[in-house]
């Protein structure tokens, strides 16, 4: 199952305008998908006979910089049956306010295994997931402020009085 | 900074009143963050009811040490140090994987040469053994069964030695860079592997009379926290965990990288021999098993390693290192098999002349195979909850990275 007809698959599905554009330069292509999708396409890619993605590899948050303001999720599916791998992108522009996160649909409905991964972007880059059963901090203590992995965050200077050297 | 969004607090506020809101007969215990049979700092919050688990609530993160944003500020060569921190009970596969895909990245994989790629391999299936007794041995503990610890721990130490021997550290070693070695393996360090190996098969028969077949050890673990196929892949288990759900899927023979294709060894799966497949016992003959196989692989890269791809005088382990690790623009998603499972890296790169990557993240297995602790550990008792934690073996410095 190359990447044409996953392309194809998805198309029938869903109609045109839910892939938004493709990355054939590197190593691994990848798929960018309407970011309101996501989760169908997932659920989609995972029960439907000619794929079965059915192992979410990993799942990374990833803010592309200060100048882009924009953030994304990247999923890395395997297919067990198949012995493929697949990766998908969604990304959105966010102003960075803290009050309003980027936001994403949850597949941990689909994957179970994204119910963590998911908890730890919101944790480190701060992208919200709609439809989360339990989105709090992972790695982070709950009263953390700001989101490590950031590129415009600065190191706090006090942790509940402390100072941090 | 105040976060006047109620949204992302919403969660917090759910769990803390579902602790809050624990009825008379029920209790919060907390098993951790020091406890022994958590390996590590690792807090279970259990809402039980008597001596019934009703909940588990896992709180990691005290181990944090910050991997990925040390990564976004380190060229490659200098995160390998790192890498090695995340499974310290296998640091060596971690920086296998790590080096294979930043030399993927680099278009570098297909110039190593066939001595280095055999030592990497050998190299990281003595680690794998050495992770793979202290899983059993403290899993033996956590039982009730000190014997094996012991004598896993005995014979794990031949195998720190060498590698001490070789990269000058115990546990962190820091041996495999990017496109070479720190150094060749030292003098007679093949013949002395050999004795290992010689030494350690019927050490192995024994552990088997020990603790395999042991009675009281097969009540223990036998029909426990059963572990259904689908359960495991749809959480994202990998590794023994995996494999011993009864499903064959080892990224040594999917992925076939390395040498690995060059090799033979068979991928040992739990059936079910003692009770239901995918329980407690299946997990850790996987274990038993792998340690077997892994000593065939160590026994043929010894073959080769002693026989055509002997060491000459001129061999340089360092001589195909790049000057500068400048990958190309792009991402990259390596995967490989750790000893806990299927550990990746995803780097994004977004400068070709920088030697310092945009963006890391680990995709740790131990994270993965945790997640499913809440799932198999409902409605179990206490003391089950053990023998099911200690047979996901974890690694705390994984986890949290």
Known sequence: ?165 | MNITNSKYEEALERYNKKILDASAQEMVLNMGPQHPSTHGVLRLELITDGEIVKEVIPHMGYLHRCFEKHAESLTYQQTIPFTDRMDYLASMNNSHIWTMGVERMMGIDKDIPKRIEYIRVLVCELNRIASHLIAIGTYGIDIGAFTPFLWCFRDREHIMGMLEWASGSRMLYNYIWVGGLFYDLPVGFEERCREFVDYFKPKLIELNELLTNNQIFISRTANVGVLPMDVAINYGCSGPMLRGSGLKWDLRRIDGYSVYPELEFDVPIGNGEMGTIGDCWDRYKVRVDEIAQSLRIVEQCLDRLQKELKRTPDFDPRAKMPRKITPKVQDFYIRGEGAKGELGFYFIHNDARSEIPFRVKSRGPSFCNLSVLPAIAKGVMIADLIAIIGSIDFVLGEVDR
């Open chain 1, 1 to 165: 199952m190359n990447l044409e007809e996953i392309k194809s698959i998805l198309i029938q599905k869903f109609g045109e305008s839910v892939i938004v554009g493709e990355e054939t330069t590197g190593l691994q292509p990848a798929l960018m998908i309407d970011p309101d999708r996501i989760a169908d396409v997932c659920l989609e890619l995972r029960d439907n006979p000619k794929t079965y993605f059915d192992f979410l590899s990993c799942l990374s948050g990833v803010d592309y910089g200060v100048e882009t303001n924009r953030f994304g999720v990247v999923y890395h599916l395997a297919s067990i049956p198949y012995q493929t791998q697949l990766t998908l992108k969604v990304s959105k522009e966010n102003n960075r306010n803290l009050d309003n996160l980027p936001s994403f649909p949850s597949i941990s409905s689909v994957y179970h295994s994204a119910d963590w991964h998911e908890r730890e972007a919101f944790d480190m880059e701060g992208i919200f997931f709609e439809g989360h059963p339990d989105l709090r901090r992972i790695l982070m203590p709950d009263d953390w402020e700001g989101y490590p992995l950031r590129k415009d965050y600065k190191n706090a200077e006090y942790y509940k009085g402390i100072k941090i050297d």
